[in-house]
């Protein structure tokens, strides 16, 4: 564990599954009195995507939004159970959920670039951790690098990002989030507002990430996205974490009725 994580956890360390980086443990989450997530125990390794699945509405969602604590944002909403971090439960009061946040990273559905300079939106996260200046440079090219974005925009560093395209918005989004090293990264319907080959380029960047050591989780309501970018899937239905297991065995062989019925298009 190196010192900055370790800053971010002071919670006593609890069981959790070895290989796991990050699990939940009968986590639910409410908005108000509405029970909006169900019990949901899951795992997350290293190196692994695991997709998020089911039709709108079922807390998919909700539950991302929990990894990196973005729910303590929203009012009215409220956890329980438990999230294991490196084997700490996160929701204990004295995390700090701007520390978390730089080991856990969150993509989001629109492409939220700041109306700053393409190499300026990378450096934004390490300025503020104090990035040396002279260091900048390496770390904006290596992060546009890893999100298969460097070759478009090496010459226009300077550039506005608004000026990009969305694909690329969201590629750089993705480098933003990857210039601080997070372990896990968290990405909610990335390619929802984009056009099929910038789809392609951001699920070829996701695998590439994931083969780097990273724990990437995603939520998609594309069936042959999951099947495309994930190792493991979760189903998800009304609040209810329906079955979960490697993506090849739930969509070849789904345990349950409902999965069933949604991966051949009966609902969703
Ligand atoms: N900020 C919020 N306030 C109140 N209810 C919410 C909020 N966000 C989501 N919900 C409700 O929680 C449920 C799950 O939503 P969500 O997690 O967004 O689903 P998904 O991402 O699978 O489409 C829905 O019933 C939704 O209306
Ligand atoms: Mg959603």
Not at 26 to 43: C, F, I, M, N
Not at 142 to 161: P, Y
Not at 162 to 190: F, K, N, T, Y
Request: some cysteine; glycine content about 8%.
């Amino acid at each position: 564990m190196n010192a900055s994580s370790s800053a971010v956890l002071g919670a006593p360390a609890t069981s959790a599954p070895a290989s796991a980086l990050l699990a939940t443990r009968d986590l639910t989450v409410s908005y108000g009195a509405k029970e909006a997530l169900h019990p949901t125990s899951l795992s997350f390794r290293k190196g692994e995507v695991t997709a998020f699945i089911g039709p709108s509405g079922c807390g998919k969602s909700t539950l991302l939004r929990c990894l990196n604590l973005m729910n303590r944002e929203v009012v009215g909403c409220t956890m329980g159970g438990r999230i294991l971090y490196r084997g700490r439960d996160i929701l204990a009061p004295d995390v700090n959920v701007y520390e978390l946040r730089t080991s856990i990273g969150m993509v989001f559905q629109q492409p939220t670039p700041f109306r700053l300079s393409i190499a300026a939106n990378v450096a934004f996260g390490p300025r503020h951790h104090g990035l040396a200046a002279s260091r900048e440079a390496d770390l904006v090219e290596r992060a546009l690098r890893r999100a298969a974005l460097w070759d478009e925009v090496k010459d226009d560093l300077k550039k506005s990002a608004l000026a990009l395209s969305g694909g690329q918005q969201q590629r750089l989004c993705i480098a933003r989030a990857l210039a601080m090293e997070p372990e896990v990264l968290l990405l909610d319907e990335p390619c929802s507002a984009l056009d099929p080959i910038s789809t392609f380029a951001i699920e070829e960047t996701i695998r590439d990430i994931a083969a780097s050591g990273v724990c990437v989780i995603i939520v998609t309501h594309n069936m042959e996205q999951a099947g495309r970018v994930s190792d493991r899937c979760a189903f998800f239905y009304l609040g209810t974490m329906v079955e979960s297991g490697p993506t090849l065995e739930l969509f070849n062989a789904p345990r349950t009725q409902r999965l069933s019925d949604y991966l051949t298009g009966r609902f969703g």
